[in-house]
């Protein structure tokens, strides 16, 4: 499988052995749950880039450490299978191969966001998702469909249902966005709070859902990175308030969203809890 010559890729790092359980939810302290399922997997990031780094064709040579035990022994046999040389992959007597003990919890959910969009996603992303979320213009690439209203992106939503999406999202900038879902497949409009932007290259002004006028900004890139604000606030509320409805947790992610778009910069305009209206956690 390796390419001859000499050593192109010297990896020194970690060789772990993962222990994964897949249950419906984590156990509480000193709780026994029912799992569904185990397997047991080779890993550790230094393993894992070798692994790769041969599986597409590069000379390699991993360096590390594992015990003298039957988990130390398959994992130089994996090396092998894989052509990575392990002339330098030592085994000791003094303590345990690696292992990760990985519980994989199936309530916790995946959020996709195709970005950059290509009309020909692997389909397998439709179906695999929990939630997926898309501006506009990613709207359009995948379906064909062009975005300018709540209508359109309901239109949006419905054909990513037939595709095999569970819930989808279509975020419109300063409308909001728009949902739907297997469960209630009926577009439903989630307006954001009223933001008004002069010019994208110059002053805003801004209000937030409070009622309550914030700053004027003059910037030039104030709308980077919306998107990313909402999709991360997505990703937090729904993994620490997971009895919200969606409806709610999209009502807050736009809340947050918008406040980003009041400051420059992307990440920098991204506001800390400590500084957000309290009544949204
Ligand atoms: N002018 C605005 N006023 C209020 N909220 C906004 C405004 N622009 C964006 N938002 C919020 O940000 C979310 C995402 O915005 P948008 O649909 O523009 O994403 P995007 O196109 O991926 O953003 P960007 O290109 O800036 O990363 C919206 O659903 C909304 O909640
Ligand atoms: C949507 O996101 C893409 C990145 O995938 C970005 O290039 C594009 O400008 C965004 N569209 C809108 C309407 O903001
Ligand atoms: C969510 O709701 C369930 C059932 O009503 C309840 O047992 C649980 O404590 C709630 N969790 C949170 C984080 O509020």
């Not at 897949?22 to 749950?33: C, D, S, Y």
């Not at 709540?150 to 249902?161: R, T, W």
């Not at 009622?211 to 991360?232: H, N, P, R």
């Amino acid at each position: 499988m390796a390419a001859a010559g000499p050593t192109e890729v010297v990896v020194v790092g970690s060789c772990m052995t993962d222990l994964v359980s897949l249950t419906t939810r984590l156990p509480k302290a000193g709780e026994t749950i029912h799992g569904h399922k185990f397997f047991i997997g080779f890993g550790g990031k230094g393993a894992n880039q070798c692994i790769q780094a041969a599986r597409l064709g590069a000379k390699t040579l991993m360096i590390c450490k594992v015990g003298k035990d039957s988990f130390g022994n398959d994992y130089i046999e994996n090396f092998k299978r894989n052509g990575i040389s392990t002339e330098f992959v030592g085994q000791t007597e003094d303590a345990a191969t690696g292992t990760a003990s990985i519980i994989v919890n199936s309530e916790v959910k995946t959020l996709f966001n195709p970005a950059p969009a290509h009309a020909e996603l692997d389909p397998q992303f439709y179906t695999h998702a929990d939630i997926f979320c898309c501006n506009e213009s990613e709207a359009e690439i995948l379906t064909g469909i062009p975005v300018g209203s709540p209508e359109d992106a309901g239109k949006v939503g419905l054909v990513l249902l037939e595709r095999g999406c569970k819930r989808v999202i279509v975020t419109l900038g300063a409308e909001g966005c728009v949902m739907i879902s297997v469960d209630e497949p009926i577009p439903k409009h989630v307006p954001a709070g009223k933001v008004r932007a002069v010019d994208t290259t110059g002053v805003y002004m801004s209000i937030n859902t409070l009622g309550t006028a914030l700053e004027c900004q003059k910037i030039e890139d104030s709308l980077q990175g919306a998107g990313d604000s909402f999709v991360g606030a997505l990703a937090f509320f729904m993994a620490y308030y997971p009895n919200l409805s969606m409806e709610e947790v999209i009502r807050r992610s736009n809340f947050i969203a918008s406040v980003s778009v009041q400051a420059s910069g992307t990440q920098s305009s991204y506001p800390f809890r400590k500084d957000l209206p309290q009544d949204l956690f």
